[in-house]
């Protein structure tokens, strides 16, 4: 096994015309399951293709252990490490299957050029392959099988190797939501109990949320945030991490600053509330001046009209979810979202929300960066 270390990686394509990753950093434990997070054309693929060995960074380093894999020093590439050589388990976003060979074929490839002894080798196959829902078409041949189903056979080949390091890029974009949340789960659990470094690559905040023990979170090949899942969900160090992380996205309101008798109060269209005593120490130096309040849906409760700290507003619509309601309320001008959980939805026209105080997160609206701890 091994941890991944990255150090000032950077990586452009077009002859260096366009820089896709800038002075990357990162450390993955060994064992660890990180999960490289963002939107789309962020990056995320390209960083896991320098861990493969499949693209060249343009500077940095990166090391399994403590072997060095690629390193450019100056501009000029001191050491590479071939993709073969570096004893990884890739499932990519377009997975390359054999299309004439079986999903068993598929599946023991690697096993049988390693000379594992044939009885492990089907051992290994079946486990996996019942446990990825397979196991009826192990001889059928892939070109014969669906889009979801090649996906899990390409799961399933990475997974029966005895690799250091996983790499799998979106292994799960195929799959229908049902299958999607069970082999999430399993995946998961299979991760745990061989403790394989992996570096999962995904723009699902909720498989990241899930599956993650280390959430590197970026935006234009750039590292917004690392840390555990409730690190950037509790925490989000800026705007972008708040609204990234977290269904419905949190709610956010502009407000002002101003002082009220002892302490201080935030002031938006429709709402005051108390500062906290512990948050009012790094709001000193905005008195006067605009903040941005973050909070999260499923922060706020069901209050009674004219309570403190609240937020009364409009109901515009309400969506059940089952065990929960969305309610979308205008307050003031702003729509923000309620996730209430009783059983029935409220009702009337009108609504009052209490936000809990002690999640109650702020942005300087210049910088979008985190002001309170
Ligand atoms: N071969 C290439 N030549 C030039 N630009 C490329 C090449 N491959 C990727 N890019 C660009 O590099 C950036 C990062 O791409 P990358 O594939 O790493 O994104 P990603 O985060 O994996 O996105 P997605 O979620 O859509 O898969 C994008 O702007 C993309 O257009
Ligand atoms: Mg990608």
Redesign the pocket.
């Known amino acids: 096994m091994a941890s991944i270390s990255i150090r000032d990686m950077s990586v452009s394509?077009?002859k260096g015309k366009?820089l896709?990753l800038e002075k990357m950093n990162l450390e993955v434990k060994d064992g660890e399951f990180c999960v490289f997070l963002?939107?789309?054309?962020?990056?995320?693929?390209?960083?896991m293709q320098c861990v493969a060995g499949l693209l060249h960074p343009v500077s940095g380093e990166i090391r399994f252990g403590d072997q060095v894999m690629s390193a450019v020093e100056g501009k000029k590439e001191t050491t590479f490490v071939e993709p073969q050589e570096r004893n990884i388990a890739m499932v990519f976003?377009e997975y390359a299957l054999y299309p004439n060979m079986t999903v068993r074929e598929n599946m023991s490839f690697a096993l049988k050029t390693q000379k594992v002894p044939r009885e492990q080798i089907d051992a290994k196959v079946n486990e996996m392959a019942k446990l990825l829902e397979i196991e009826d078409f192990l001889d059928r041949r892939i070109a014969n099988l669906s889009g979801g189903q090649r996906q899990r056979v390409a799961l399933g080949r990475a997974m029966v190797r005895n690799a250091n390091v996983f790499l799998l890029?979106?292994p799960l974009g195929n799959l229908d939501a049902k299958l999607r949340d069970k082999v999430r789960y399993e995946l998961k659990q299979i991760q745990k109990r061989m403790h394989v470094t992996t570096v999962y690559?995904t723009?699902d905040q909720t498989e990241a949320m899930t599956m993650a023990d280390h959430i590197v979170l970026?935006k234009q090949?750039k590292i917004m945030q690392q840390g555990t899942p409730f690190d950037l969900y509790d925490h989000p160090n800026c705007l972008f991490v708040a609204g990234f992380l977290g269904t419905p996205e949190i709610n956010t309101f502009p407000c002002t600053v101003r002082e009220a008798g002892s302490g201080l109060v935030l002031e938006g269209k429709g709402f005051t509330v108390a500062v906290p005593k512990e948050m009012s120490a790094c709001l000193k130096g905005y008195v006067g001046s605009q903040v941005i309040l973050g909070i999260r849906p499923s922060d706020f409760t069901l209050a009674s009209e004219g309570s403190e700290n609240a937020f009364t507003g409009e109901i515009d619509g309400v969506e059940p979810l089952g065990d929960a309601f969305l309610i979308h309320v205008h307050v003031d001008g702003q729509m923000m979202i309620f996730k209430y959980t009783g059983d029935k939805a409220p009702q009337g026209t009108k609504i009052t929300m209490a936000p809990n105080l002690k999640k109650l997160h702020l942005f300087d609206p210049k910088t979008e960066k985190r002001i309170n701890a």
């Open positions: 394509y077009n366009s896709v963002g939107p789309s054309g962020c990056g995320k693929s390209t960083a976003q890029d979106e690559v723009h970026m090949g």
